[in-house]
């Protein structure tokens, strides 16, 4: 009787341990964003990306209450002279060991060297640089958000399936524009297509909305687009959102515009309702009196896998995680038609790209018949034997 009082007292004492909830902190590190846009339907949101993150922490918090664990959400906003380092080290001091960032290329290096050193994984939900992935690829990032090169590569199918195989390429003057020229011209010879012609629209700057009556619609734009070679379709790189959206029914010859205006890819867009996404999209609004835009539907994803690691290794430790993340048994529902993996050479996650007109969903690529021998999205972007990434 001894014996037996003995082992109950000792399982009494041991079940507060299990019950205990393990709580896990995700920090939210985000740039300020540019309110020059072309239209003011396009300005960000005072939670552009934070309500992401917010949602999915209500639908791992979901889960939580059977697994006993808690998620909370620490939000960090930059500044224009704001310091990465200290803002990262900050979040990490309130004991985000996870942190979803919504950075420029050269701040999310800073942060990852920081990050690097207090044991701490880096979300990237925004920047599409390929360099990322590739020749500045850390160990400490995983790329939730597409690169140029698979958002390019998604556009691209759709056009050759098209039999639209002649592009006629205007470009913006800002650096992003060259990073993201280079990403197409790489898709059409990738796929097979035939930019027959590159012209420059150079940015003199101006206030962009006020300045759309008279400079660079009804006049520019047809001058801008006259005596070209025959094109099918009149693509648009303009990351900067300076000039494409008065492209559309401005050019000199009625032709389709796609690229960064009329038909665009995108991660995620309001319009996608296939599924079951338009369930995501009704709770968002309904939470948050927006529609869901790309950043945010990162940022909510980022936090679904991070809730997925957890759930799974049943730890908070950031190692833990990462190891599953990367292993071959994880994988991740998006409301996109196929459960999304990690590629294991650059840390980027495959997903299919959507094709919006701003309206709905004119198709998802990768498109029928671009075929692989490992996974049909592995055609969108770098593939594993044409990485230069060396995971450091």
Same mark, same amino acid.
């Given at each position: 009787?001894?014996? @037996?009082? +003995? ?9 507060? $341990? ?17 309110? /020059?846009?072309?239209?003011? @339907?396009?300005?960000? +949101? ?6 992401? $993150? ?13 697994? %006993?664990?808690?998620? &909370? ?16 080290? $900050? ?45 500045? !690829? ?41 990073? @993201? +020229? ?5 898709? *059409?010879?990738?796929?097979? *297509?035939?930019?027959?012609? /590159? ?5 003199? =700057?101006? =206030?962009?909305?006020?300045?759309? =009556?008279?400079? %660079? ?44 205006? =009329? ?9 996608? &309702? ?23 539907? $990162? ?8 809730? &997925? ?24 529902? *998006? ?12 840390? %980027?996650?495959?997903?299919?790209? @959507? ?20 996974? /049909? ?8 034997? /044409?990485?230069? !990434?060396?995971?450091?």
């Amino acid at each position: 009787m001894k014996r @037996l009082s +003995a082992i109950l007292w000792l399982l009494l004492a041991a079940l507060p $341990a299990y019950a205990q909830t393990l709580t896990i902190k995700v920090g939210v590190l985000r740039q300020t964003h540019s309110r /020059e846009t072309l239209s003011i @339907l396009d300005l960000p +949101a005072m939670d552009d990306g934070l309500a992401g $993150a917010l949602l999915g922490a209500v639908d791992n918090n979901t889960t939580g209450k059977f697994t %006993q664990q808690n998620y &909370e959400v620490i939000d960090s906003k930059l500044d224009q002279e704001a310091d990465v380092a200290k803002e990262i080290d $900050a979040l990490i001091d309130k004991g985000a060991h996870f942190i979803i960032a919504d950075l420029s290329a050269q701040n999310l290096l800073d942060a990852s060297a920081i990050a690097k050193k207090r044991d701490t994984i880096l979300f990237n939900i925004s920047a599409p640089d390929v360099n990322l992935r590739e020749e500045d !690829c850390r160990a400490n990032i995983i790329h939730v958000a597409p690169d140029r090169a698979m958002l390019a590569d998604g556009l691209a199918q759709y056009l050759i399936w098209k039999q639209w195989r002649r592009w006629l390429l205007i470009k913006g003057s800002h650096p992003e524009d060259d990073a @993201l +020229a280079q990403a197409y011209r790489r898709a *059409a010879k990738k796929f097979g *297509a035939k930019i027959i012609e /590159e012209r420059l629209y150079q940015d003199t =700057g101006g =206030g962009r909305r006020s300045d759309s =009556g008279s400079v %660079q619609t009804q006049r520019q734009m047809p001058t801008l687009t006259q005596n070209a070679a025959a094109y099918d379709v009149l693509l648009a790189v303009d990351e900067n959102n300076v000039f494409a959206a008065y492209l559309p029914f401005r050019t000199w010859e009625p032709k389709l515009v796609v690229g960064s205006a =009329g038909l665009y890819p995108t991660n995620w867009d309001a319009a996608h &309702e296939q599924w079951g996404a338009h369930q995501l999209q009704n709770r968002f609004i309904a939470n948050y009196h927006r529609p869901m835009n790309a950043r945010d539907n $990162a940022a909510w994803l980022a936090m679904r896998v991070i809730g &997925e690691a957890a759930v799974r290794t049943q730890s908070n430790r950031p190692a833990d995680l990462l190891t599953y993340i990367l292993g071959k048994d994880f994988s991740i529902a *998006a409301f996109k038609g196929v459960r999304l993996t990690i590629r294991s050479w650059n840390q %980027q996650l495959r997903q299919p790209i @959507l094709l919006s007109d701003g309206r709905m969903t004119i198709s998802v690529s990768p498109q029928e018949g671009f075929l692989h021998q490992t996974s /049909e999205l592995d055609t969108l972007g770098y593939d594993q034997p /044409e990485t230069k !990434c060396r995971l450091q």
